[in-house]
């Protein structure tokens, strides 16, 4: 079976860390596409004159070439040097960025994403919206999770 697989990249090396190892470890030879994605999220704040939206759109095409070559850096130390695939990369912005990579998912119909947690369990996860949370009860496609090397 061919797989169309997506990769969420994060900016955190704590999170990428993970993501090495498992691409050292992963059977790539039935990846025929390999997706690498991350979306900036957008905040909106407050102002006396009125909302600001932040990046704006100008400040995230000025941003968009050094994300570009750093996911573009990052695949390189995830998928091996033997990969016979295709590697796509995918820079957006959105409110919500796991809402955003969904789309994606169904509009690039990936049959499993991998995305990288930081592993927070009881009290500390408690208060905290995870993105892996989310991907994992709504990708419409398989989620692979990679967790923190233990310590």
């Known amino acids: 079976m061919n797989t169309n697989l997506m990769v969420a990249l994060p900016l955190e090396d704590d ?79 959105d409110f919500n960025p796991a809402e955003e990579i969904t789309r994606q998912i169904k509009s690039l119909k990936n049959n499993l994403i991998v995305v990288s947690t930081r592993g927070k369990h009881g009290f500390e996860g408690l208060f905290t919206s995870s993105f892996t949370d989310h991907m994992v009860k709504f990708a419409p496609c398989d989620v692979f999770v990679v967790r923190p090397e233990p310590r």
């Open 15 to 93: 999170l990428l860390t993970p993501l090495y190892a498992w691409g050292k470890r992963f059977d790539w030879s039935h990846v025929t596409d390999v997706h690498f994605i991350h979306v900036v999220k957008k905040n909106i704040t407050p102002l006396e004159f009125g909302l600001m939206e932040m990046p704006d759109e100008n400040t995230f095409k000025e941003m968009a070439p050094t994300l570009t070559k750093f996911m573009k850096d990052e695949a390189h130390k995830i998928i091996p040097r033997d990969f016979h695939g295709k590697a796509h990369f995918h820079l957006a912005s």
